[in-house]
């Protein structure tokens, strides 16, 4: 599964910090707005705590992660979308993205300049917001003007029109509901206002209650706020990438990963974009898949090896809710393992471990 995120807000709040942090790239984050146009792209390892928690107790160190793309774009300013500050070639950048992280400033920090002069989340984020708005509405626009002299788009201009009078209300497309038949056509067009986006509060120790942040401001209710210190997950970001993962650290890894807010940022995306998580492991390595709420034990089966697609069996099946629950000592035998055994009909559930039996 080829997720991609894409991460935008104004210059200079922390965005290539964030890049940074995620990616354990060390891109350029200097104090000065517009370093540069084209976007950062790396790649985030999902830190799951189950998956070191089954690796601890299965005694197996070599450890996968599911992972994301991510992209970095260079900060917005009022009237991107109308081509200032080459908006419009940042804003291109997320037509590919399924998800977008919106960072917002919300430290103080003199020092750092801010584009407008003020420290003002909300402000803010409908700066970016009223840019997302207009350039879905402009690329709307144009796609109207293209179509209005064929009969033969009825349905298109139809609908084209519906869009446009959302965003001219100053609301994302992602507020609207749509027929089966719109939704085809739509999620075609690769809209931004149509994309989930988590804002993410980028805070100093400073306590700022950040939950007054209403439904108006952030457009459409469905979206997720989240807090996180970039500068605290920097230095447990560093402790993280420091330890080595060999088996005596697992417990000490889990703990500071609890403290790891940024995997609250994973979970939310997850949600967010109906994906799950399952695990596989052999006596080499643990792995986490990402899958969509809902597949089958024969899609993920495909997924993972066509061999094994081909020669299903049936699959073997605990959830690693129970699998934690159960005494530690019992898995000296791995073939001891309480699995539940399914059929390639079987839905996948968030969190199972599945051993898959073929041909
Ligand atoms: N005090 C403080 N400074 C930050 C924080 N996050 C980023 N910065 C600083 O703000 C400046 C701009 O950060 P950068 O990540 O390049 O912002 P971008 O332009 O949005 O990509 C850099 O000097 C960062 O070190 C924060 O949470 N607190
Ligand atoms: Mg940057």
């Known amino acids: 599964m080829n997720i991609k995120c894409g991460i935008i807000g104004l210059p200079n709040i922390g965005k290539s910090t964030l890049f940074n942090l995620l990616t354990n790239s060390q891109v350029r984050t200097d104090n000065y707005p517009f370093c540069t146009i084209n976007p950062n792209i790396g790649i985030v ?12 107790i299965i005694n197996i160190s070599n450890i996968l992660c599911s992972r994301i793309q991510l992209i970095d774009t260079a900060g917005l300013i009022k009237n991107a979308a109308n081509g200032i500050g080459l908006g419009e070639k940042i804003l291109e950048q997320l037509y590919k993205v399924n998800i977008i992280y919106h960072v917002v400033r919300n430290f103080k920090k003199n020092s750092i300049h801010h584009v407008y002069n003020r420290i003002s989340p909300i402000e803010d984020i409908n700066i970016i917001n009223m840019e997302l708005i207009l350039y879905d509405l402009i690329k709307c626009e144009n796609l109207l003007s293209k179509l209005k002299y064929n009969i033969t788009n009825e349905n298109i201009i139809k609908i084209c029109n519906k869009l446009i009078s959302c965003l001219n209300n100053n609301k994302m497309l992602k507020t ?43 457009n459409y209710n469905k979206d997720i706020v989240i807090n996180i ?131």
């Not at 609207?176 to 999620?187: A, G, Q, R, W, Y």
């Not at 509060?201 to 306590?207: A, M, P, S, V, Y």
């Not at 060999?246 to 940022?265: A, E, G, M, Q």
């Open 45 to 56: 390892d999902l830190y799951d705590p189950r998956l070191y928690k089954i690796a601890d």
């Open 176 to 218: 609207l509901e749509f027929s089966d038949e719109e939704k085809n056509i739509v999620s075609n067009l690769n809209f931004i206002t149509l994309k989930p986006m988590i804002y993410i509060f980028n805070c100093d120790d400073t306590k700022t209650n950040v939950q007054n942040i209403s439904n108006t401001t952030i």
């Open 229 to 359: 210190n970039f500068l605290k997950e920097k230095n447990i970001n560093f402790i993280i990438k420091k330890s080595t993962l060999d088996k005596t650290n697992f417990r000490t890894y889990n703990k500071i990963l609890s403290k790891y807010n940024l995997v609250r940022l994973f979970i939310h995306t997850f949600n967010l974009l109906n994906i799950i998580t399952f695990f596989t492991f052999n006596d080499k390595e643990i792995k986490s898949w990402m899958i969509k709420r809902g597949t089958t034990a024969l899609t993920a089966a495909k997924k993972i090896h066509s061999d094994i697609y081909n020669g299903f069996i049936k699959v073997k099946v605990i959830n690693y809710n129970k699998f934690v629950l159960i005494d530690n000592n019992k898995f000296q035998k791995l073939n001891k393992i309480p699995y539940a055994i399914y059929n390639k009909h079987y839905s996948i559930m968030d969190g199972d471990i599945l051993k898959f039996v073929f041909r």
